[in-house]
């Protein structure tokens, strides 16, 4: 009996470290690969030098991560959340955030204005989803709007995003006299697009696989996937059209519950810092969200890399993220029943 | 009458199993009657809207476009896998017998992400098959394959040959051969050889010789 209770109290005090580093770790929920690996290599990572704090990551899908968050209301999984502007929107209607005292991010003074997004939820990286072509496969086409990818030269060589056609949806409106609100002024515009279609990518891999191998030489593609094909020697031209390019988001949030809420707040000024925020525009071909990152001028100068309020004023079309996340599954439906079919 | 006094215990794991697999069915089955609110994720209240949407005539066409590349898919799976699954089963040499079941199973090691980006590289503008047909001059431009009916049969037909050939040869397998052997000896051409005896629940096939004859010893096949 003796030896027993000796044995559990070594037990406990074994445990007892464990228990308390557990306690002590940030939770943080990403998209899993490089993005997971850039989160950790460039934020996590400084924070932890910082603060001492460990990082542990979620990874997952989109929405997948949503659920889990939403089945766990209350008692959240993590601690912060990364995913896009319009997504989390949703979480923030569901009550999964906490509201953003942005007087704790010193950092965030330089954010720059299209990326506060809500009371809950702020910008941290940015892209475009505009025209990439390849520009030794369709030839005598300058991509200089959106309405080029209405030219008997692009049939039967389109591709576009089936998981998201808020960009064409919006374009199409906007070319219609729209807007994001009227987009069914767009619908017959987006009838006529239809023969231009070749297939729909299902995902970042599925796209890229499509243009470099030429089977669909016009895209309407993320511009960090072209860059990155740029990158790996694939011929692409990335245009940014007269009308803008459309914006996405990739926000930071803390859930509301979290525990390490003090601990979450220095973790997203990391993630402004403008070192940082240089780093990352390097590493993904992104837009840094804050005013005073000083990025390499190869970098500064891609197409969709917006560095200045002028840039992000003149070439981004905004989607505004509350309505879409509001109309997304309205315009996945019509999409899908008539131009995917 | 036996009894079977561990019945109840038994089985009752597998009840709970299959009780909390159709309460977690009916918990997702519920969110399709009720209505969708937009930009939340709480469903609204009870409709019938969502399965009314489905009397579209595109789901029809959608589902029928289903049923009918599935028939295709089993039929040319079938006409490939056939030749494939008799070959494996009476080959004799052990080698080609292992030859034949590592090509037949090879696209089960595949993932499907992999599965299907090799097929670009065969079917696509720029891939294999136009690559040759266009050497040879047999056409001017790449045939479009891809995203075709013909392109994703192709596919499917790939992913469900090992299974096809696996089953079966498991049949073949199970018919004895000396069925086959006394068709021959009897005078059976090789086309009834290989058909005939391969047949399930069919009435015994009668030797050419014993025609008239349910008595005779040359009776084959299932009864």
Redesign the interface.
């Known amino acids: 009996m003796k030896r027993i209770c000796m044995a559990l109290a070594a037990l406990a005090l074994l445990l007892a470290p464990m228990q308390a580093s557990a306690q002590d770790k940030l939770v943080v929920s990403v998209w899993g690969g490089s993005w997971r690996d850039m989160v950790d290599n460039l934020i996590g990572k400084k924070f932890t030098a910082a603060t001492g704090v460990p990082v542990e990551y979620i990874t997952g899908g989109t929405i997948d991560r ?1 659920n889990k968050e ?1 089945l766990a209301k209350g008692n959240p999984e993590s601690d912060i959340t990364f995913t896009t502007s319009h997504v989390g ?2 979480y923030a ?2 009550g999964l955030y906490e509201q953003l005292n942005l007087a704790k991010v010193p950092n965030a003074k330089n954010l720059v204005a299209q990326a506060r997004i809500s009371p809950y939820h702020i910008g941290t990286w940015a892209y475009v989803y505009t025209i990439g072509y390849r520009p030794d496969l369709i030839k005598g086409v300058p991509f200089a709007s959106w309405a080029d990818l209405w030219r008997p030269e692009v049939k039967g060589k389109l591709a576009a995003p089936d998981f998201d056609p808020s960009h064409l949806i919006v374009v199409a409106a906007l070319l219609s006299g729209g807007d994001a609100a009227t987009w069914e002024k767009g619908q017959a515009k987006l009838k006529e697009l239809k023969p231009s279609f ?2 729909f990518y299902t995902n970042d ?1 599925n796209s890229q ?2 243009i470099a ?3 669909t030489p016009v895209q309407v593609i993320l511009s960090m996937n072209a860059h990155y094909m740029a990158g790996e020697g694939v011929p692409i031209e990335l245009v940014i059209p007269k009308e803008g390019a459309v914006l996405g988001i990739d926000t930071v949030a803390i859930m509301k519950g979290s525990k390490k809420a003090e601990l979450a707040y220095k973790f997203i000024n990391v993630a402004l810092d403008p070192q940082v925020q240089a780093e990352v525009a390097k590493f993904k071909k992104g837009s840094p969200v804050v005013l005073d990152a000083k990025l390499d001028p190869a970098i500064a100068k891609l197409p969709g890399v917006f560095t200045s309020a002028e840039q992000w004023n003149k070439q981004a079309i905004i989607i505004d993220h ?1 309505l879409r ?3 997304t ?2 315009w996945r439906k019509w999409f899908a ?1 008539n131009i995917m ?1 | 009458m036996t009894s079977r006094p561990f019945l109840r215990a038994f089985v009752a794991p597998a009840t709970l199993c299959a009780l909390a697999f159709v309460a977690a069915l009916a918990a997702v089955m519920q969110y399709s009657l009720r209505a ?1 609110v ?5 469903p609204g209240g009870f409709t019938l809207a969502n399965f009314a949407a489905l009397l ?1 005539p ?1 789901y029809a ?2 589902f029928l476009d289903t049923v009918w590349i599935c028939f295709l898919t089993a039929l040319f799976t079938l006409i490939i896998g056939y030749p494939l699954a008799y070959a494996l089963v009476h080959a004799r040499n052990v080698a080609l017998k292992s030859v034949i079941l590592v090509i037949a199973v090879t696209p089960l090691f595949l993932g499907e ?1 992999v599965r299907t ?1 090799s097929w ?2 065969v079917l ?4 294999f098959l136009n690559s040759m047909l266009l050497k040879a001059g047999l056409i001017g431009a790449p045939v479009q394959f ?2 075709t009916e013909f392109g994703v049969v192709t596919a499917l037909v790939h992913v469900t040959l090992p299974v096809m050939v696996i089953m079966l040869a498991a049949a073949l397998s199970h018919i004895d051969r000396d069925y086959e052997r006394g068709a021959h000896i009897r005078g059976a051409g090789a086309d009834a050889r290989r058909r005939r005896p391969t047949r399930k629940n069919r009435t015994a096939l009668r030797c050419r010789a014993c025609r008239r004859s349910r008595s005779c010893a040359c009776w084959v096949g299932s009864p």
């Open positions: 949503l939403k929107w949703l209607n569901d070749k297939a891999a696989q499509l191998n030429g089977e509350k996340a509001e109309k599954a309205e029943e079919n | 969708y937009p930009g939340s994720l709480e579209k595109l066409r959608v992400v980006y670009i590289v696509g503008n720029n891939g891809m995203f």
